[in-house]
């Protein structure tokens, strides 16, 4: 009864309805539009599964301890194993070599620039990413740091043809040439420490050199112990480092940006929580344009003010009206809503360059609308909207059913 007598509210109002829809619209899209950003860069979607259990190292950086002298960037395998190897709450860590673009292609002659990452086989553990044919390397060619490569299934076919049919084929790799022994999946770059194209072993034999075999080119990527929580981690990684560096005579390491995957992301400092900012920004962009909402529909509750009278008349409670009024909206909120919600995927589908890769999309950078339609986004949707019904129809609601019932009858 009470959904049939909104809709017919929207047939007798037509000019209102679809003002607040739309109003409801932009707002709504707005507000999902920061949400989903938000969300992308650090919920836990495939291949990056751990975000909020990982703390990440940075290069670091070392220098001489009298005089702060001879700094220079970077840790090396033997450095981040001493630091990170033996902490009680890591549950797995990764130890990653340089990121580099290199030419690679199925001979010297034929190829294209892509995106080589050095990895041992914890990679492979902590990162969803799914095998199309072949396998990772195994403990054996890593240790011997084997000529053999991983690539990812766009490039196969580039190649050879297929996933298939480029196991066990040679690919050159910075013009030296590798076996390939796995085929992945394609990872899109919007996964930052999950993406690559070419995916190698790294030589642990041969990456320290100088300040007491501190400096190399590796970064750890920690896994936390679930119950361990990433700043009881970044304490005890704290800790260690003091260890370290007490047990070295000349030099010192330091590593001054270990973070969280959403730090890593947004706000690198104390001074500004991601979480807090993104909420404030989004009840800005939803509490402004609900007063303005709430402006037309307390014009309209004026109009309608003399049917509530007759229905308080005959022992219609100020409870069951106002309960009629919210659906009612809410009923014009939801349609706003779904509206929004489809804008607000249509703008950062759009806009994925800018918003999502803060302007620098490289690679593979290809963004699925199944990120945009997971069971939380749309629980979101639904609870922004009936906030935002709350928020622009409480109070004329409240006042309109307020109103005396004799002073509505004699029009005062």
Known sequence: MIFRQAFALLRQNPFFSVVSIIGTAVSIAFVMVVYMVYDIQTANIRPELHRDRMVYSSYGYSYRKANHSNKNT?????????????????????????????????????????????????????????????RSFDQQEFDAYADVVVIAERLAREAFGSAEEALGKSFFVNFYPKRVVGVTEDVSSLFRFAYGEVWTPYNVQESAWGSEG???????????????????????????????????????LILPDLSTYTERQFFRNDFLNPVITFIILGLILLIVPAINVSGLISSQMSRRLSELAVRKAYGASRSTLMWQLLLENLLLAFIGALLGFLLSCLLLWLGKDWMLAGGYASGNFEVSIWLFLRPAVFLTVLGVCLLFNLLSVFIPAWNATCRPIAEVINGE
Request: net charge neutral.
């Open 74 to 134: 970077g840790m090396s395998y033997q450095a981040a194993s001493r630091l990170f190897g033996d902490l009680p709450g890591v549950e797995l860590v990764t130890y990653m070599g340089s990121t580099t673009m290199e030419y690679c292609g199925v001979s010297p002659e034929k190829g294209r620039r892509c995106q080589r990452r050095r990895v041992d086989l914890n990679f492979w553990r902590l990162y969803d990413i799914r095998f199309v044919a072949g």
């Open 214 to 252: 501190l400096l190399g080119g590796f970064e750890a990527m920690v896994l936390c112990k679930p119950g361990v929580s990433p700043t009881e981690m970044k304490l005890q990684i704290e800790n260690s480092l003091d260890r370290l560096n007490a047990s070295l005579t000349e030099y010192e």
